[in-house]
């Protein structure tokens, strides 16, 4: 069993910065890849990062165009601990922030924004920005 705990999450305005935070507890990082993926009221959630532990591969998906240059992932092995940085956020970046460690790390490079791959999600953290 996995428990995620996600933090971080606020009211920032436009061009702001947040850290979101996730710890995972039950399971090390250091054996795993986590995610960050987003969703917003009426819609499916997405994929928004991701990172391999070994080796820190990261993983941005088809919203890397959207997030690129302001969203970092990065993790911390020792910590058991993932972070998204975000900054310049956009009132488009409102959205629940949720973590996931998903159930196959192998093959996590192949299936990393799918979401039926994935077994254990955080209970998400709300990002709110204002224009």
């Known amino acids: 069993q996995v428990q995620l705990v996600e933090s971080g999450g606020g009211l920032v305005q436009a061009g702001g910065s947040l850290r979101l935070s996730c710890v995972a507890s039950?399971?090390?990082?250091?054996?795993?890849?986590m995610s960050w993926f987003r969703q917003t009221p009426g819609q499916e959630r997405e994929f928004v990062a991701g990172?391999?532990?070994?080796?820190?591969?990261?993983?941005?998906?088809y919203l890397a165009d959207n997030v690129r240059g302001r969203f970092t992932i990065s993790g911390d092995n020792a910590k058991n601990t993932v972070y998204l940085r975000m900054s310049s956020l956009k009132p488009e970046d409102a959205a629940v922030y949720y973590c996931?460690?998903?159930?196959?790390?192998?093959?996590?490079?192949?299936?990393?924004?799918?979401?039926?791959?994935?077994?254990?999600w955080g209970q998400g953290t709300q990002v709110t920005v204002s224009s």
């Open positions: 990172i391999r532990s070994t080796g820190h591969n990261t993983y941005y998906g």
């Open positions: 039950g399971r090390t990082f250091s054996t795993y890849a």
């Open positions: 996931a460690v998903p159930k196959d790390p192998v093959n996590y490079s192949s299936n990393y924004d799918d979401l039926p791959a994935y077994e254990y």
